[in-house]
């Protein structure tokens, strides 16, 4: 697919960014109605909590006498500091993905001042995500078993889905960077939880943490937390190869946003309290689909190219096979 | 990221001495090795953000330093045996052995390159076995050593001291003038290349606005790091002013020709001279 293709999914995404992605909140205080799919653990009772006060507006300043920080490591940028930060650091992401720091730098200069309130507002509607907002768990070494404890979990549950997901990629749950440019505390909250749960995310849908699998996991993410920086991220998808691009493009993609509008809003999961749940349970609970295996779909495609190598050189050995020389025949 | 950590170690008690580490207040004790931290963090990548911080204006800078100090033998004179301070990637140290070789047609010549990091010597080393003809000889060495003391050099062994963008880090800096005394030979030239304050103040504002605003964030991008481009643009800010640090100079023992400094690019950086007299 050409370049075009990639330009014209930004424009998209600029497009759906304003009109249908993230969970609304009406959507969820509807839910709320019915019977609600998380009993919340802590207290007991249901907490009714006021409606929020809105943040301190910010007053322009100068960058010789910040104003003292929200939060520990908070830097109060300005908007010229947070426009230039942001085309950077999606300029220097998209052309090295490997660069984690820039990727969560983009995320952090994109998200405000509308997405991350509005993700916020979407935690607040939710039981569960008021009791996280409340209590502020991080995925830390203390607060989730270690892998190898995890790996002993029975195979049906999270903590074993997940723990088998990192150990196959080798990596680490704890690498994520801290948030520093979000210019309050609990908006710096919400964005350090959707950065540490993102590895869940790929647990509980199964997409390999490989460049194919990342693509459409990011575009899963905008449809069902809006933060702009996962749809900007899914235009990545220009710089997979075609076997990928053709794969993405008929299976992955319609799947990501289908099942991203369609489940209920994953930075309001508990991830470390569902650790021994049943990871089937969980997905209908939450109204999770789960795409086709990757994996699997990669191994036989590379199969098929393996075949179809050993058929071409089978065939030429027999085109070079020596012509037996002809005999005299002739009257 | 590492700062944080460090700004709840390193907070003085009462009665400790006290000294900056660019704006925060530490212990005198604990600054050297925050020194040491920042730099072993920004070793690798350090010449690659001072090219993108000063738009490559710093090699225009050593390369008039070395130049105005014209070291190498002079006709009917000795070798010269010079030590550059805190210089440890190397970059005056090279720039030293190139114009006594080529300019002066001097081969005798021989630096020795110090620093308090192992890290950035490490570094100095690397490149002169790689980029130079020096690496390897008796031309060029490389000690781990401490401004303020210089344990490892003897009195009145040296001709010429340089210390370039490292004096600004130490943490007693009258002390690294006496060090610099006391291991000069009468005659010998103390040099100094070194941010100071910038003058037209029409320029300082837009200065000091670059400095706090685009360094950090270019650290950030470039580099990873923040926090150490934070420190050093906070390690400028707090650094004396040309006058301050010449008069600083003097009361080491030096003497100074004329003002006993130049700046360079409107006050961005300067250089100091000093003479230790000859009795």
Request: proline share 8%; net charge neutral.
């Amino acid at each position: 697919m050409p370049a075009g293709c990639g330009a014209v999914m930004m424009l998209w995404v600029g497009v759906l960014c304003f009109l249908f992605v993230g969970k609304s909140e009406t959507a969820a205080e509807n839910a709320e109605d019915e019977t609600p799919r998380y009993v919340e653990i802590v207290g007991g009772g249901r907490h009714v909590m006021s409606p929020p006060a809105p943040p301190p507006p910010r007053r322009p300043f100068s960058v010789l006498s910040r104003p003292p920080p929200s939060y520990p490591g908070h830097i109060p940028i300005n908007s010229f500091e947070k426009t230039f930060l942001a085309f950077t650091s999606l300029l220097g992401s998209f052309l090295n993905p490997r660069r984690g720091d820039l990727i969560a730098l983009a995320g952090e200069t994109t998200s405000t001042p509308y997405f991350l309130p509005r993700l916020l507002r979407t935690m607040q509607s939710h039981p569960t995500g008021r009791a996280i907002l409340r209590h502020r768990p991080e995925i830390t070494p203390t607060s989730i078993p270690p892998v190898a404890t995890l790996l002993t979990y029975p195979p049906t549950t999270l903590g074993y889905t997940y723990a088998k997901w990192l150990e196959t990629h080798h990596l680490s749950p704890f690498t994520r960077p801290p948030v520093r440019y979000v210019p309050t505390s609990e908006l710096a909250y919400v964005l350090l939880r959707y950065r540490q749960s993102h590895d869940f995310y790929h647990a509980i849908t199964g997409l390999p943490a490989i460049r194919e699998g990342e693509v459409p996991l990011k575009l899963f993410e905008f449809m069902n937390l809006g933060l702009p920086m996962t749809g900007l991220a899914a235009a990545s998808y220009a710089t997979l190869k075609k076997a990928e691009r053709e794969r993405v493009w008929d299976i992955y993609f319609p799947w990501a946003i289908k099942a991203g509008l369609e489940c209920e809003g994953l930075i309001n999961v508990w991830w470390e309290r569902e650790l021994e749940s049943d990871v089937g349970g969980l997905r209908a609970r939450l109204g999770l689909v789960i795409p086709p295996d990757m994996r699997a779909l990669r191994k036989a495609q590379k199969r098929r190219e393996r075949e179809k190598d050993k058929e071409m050189g089978d065939a030429i050995k027999v085109d070079t096979a020596p012509v037996p020389a002809p005999t005299s025949t002739t009257p | 990221m590492v700062a944080l950590q460090q700004q709840q170690e390193g907070v003085p008690s009462g009665t400790e001495k006290t000294t900056h580490f660019g704006f925060q207040t530490i212990s005198e004790s604990k600054k050297a090795d925050k020194v040491a931290e920042v730099f072993s963090s920004v070793a690798s990548s350090y010449d690659r953000m001072n090219d993108v911080l000063s738009a490559g204006i710093h090699r225009l800078w050593k390369d008039h330093f070395v130049r105005s100090l014209n070291p190498g033998r002079r006709p009917g004179g000795s070798p010269m045996s010079i030590l550059d301070v805190a210089g440890g990637t190397g970059d005056i140290a090279f720039r030293m052995l190139d114009h006594a070789t080529r300019i002066n047609h001097d081969t005798e010549t021989r630096i020795t390159c110090a620093d308090i990091n192992a890290d950035m010597l490490r570094e100095g080393e690397r490149r002169s076995l790689v980029d130079t003809p020096y690496g390897g000889t008796d031309r060029i060495s490389f000690l781990v050593q401490d401004a303020e003391t210089l344990d490892a050099i003897p009195d009145n062994s040296v001709d010429l001291y340089t210390i370039s963008f490292g004096i600004r880090n130490v943490t007693n800096i009258p002390a690294a003038l006496r060090s610099a005394h006391r291991v000069l030979k009468p005659g010998g030239v103390f040099a100094c290349l070194e941010f100071s304050k910038v003058r037209p103040a029409m320029l300082d504002a837009i200065y000091q606005r670059y400095s706090f605003s685009v360094i950090p964030m270019l650290g950030q991008l470039v580099a990873g790091d923040r926090d150490s481009y934070q420190y050093l643009v906070e390690s400028i800010k707090m650094f004396p002013s040309q006058e301050q640090f010449a008069k600083m100079v003097e009361d080491a023992g030096f003497m100074l020709p004329g003002k006993g400094f130049e700046e360079l690019t409107f006050g961005v950086a300067s250089v100091w001279k000093g003479v230790k007299p000859l009795h």
